[in-house]
């Protein structure tokens, strides 16, 4: 179960049978979670099961809008030297981000995302964002 120390569950990782989970994101070597938009206000923490010991790539695919905040996120307690900018001048599917590579740490996988401000562009509240799934690959 991914669970948040914020709001609420955002997906269920089904052990042993991440297709089912997952189809539509899985593709024999995936699994991923799926399924929040709202604000952070100041951060936001997710752990998830890891499918086994081995290290894996983590992509995270987002929305961006034109009131989303610029994230900082930090996975398994390291913090990430690429800042993730939610901006867009209308409501979009944001590209891949590759997070990196990482171990899991007692059978799972924390990632923080915390704003680091917004796009001079950005209007309206600024701290909102949307992340709609996170790939766990094989590297």
Do not use: W
Not at 36 to 63: D, I, M
Request: charge should be negative; charged fraction near 20%; glycine fraction near 10%.
């Amino acid at each position: 179960m991914v669970s948040f120390t914020c709001v609420s569950s955002l997906a269920q990782l089904a052990e042993g049978d991440e297709g089912a989970a997952f189809p539509a994101i899985h593709r024999g070597q995936h699994v991923g979670m799926v399924g929040l938009h709202r604000a952070v206000l100041q951060e936001e923490r997710q752990e998830f099961a890891a499918p086994g010991t081995a290290p894996r790539k983590l992509v995270l695919y987002a929305t961006q809008a034109p009131d989303y905040a610029t994230l900082q996120f930090r996975v398994n307690g390291q913090d990430l030297p690429a800042k993730f900018d939610g901006y867009a001048a209308s409501v979009q599917p944001a590209a891949a981000f590759l997070l990196g590579t990482f171990e899991p740490r007692d059978g799972k996988f924390t990632l923080r995302a915390e704003v680091a401000g917004a796009n001079p562009a950005a209007k309206g509240a600024m701290y909102f964002f949307g992340l709609d799934c996170v790939i766990l690959e094989k590297p």
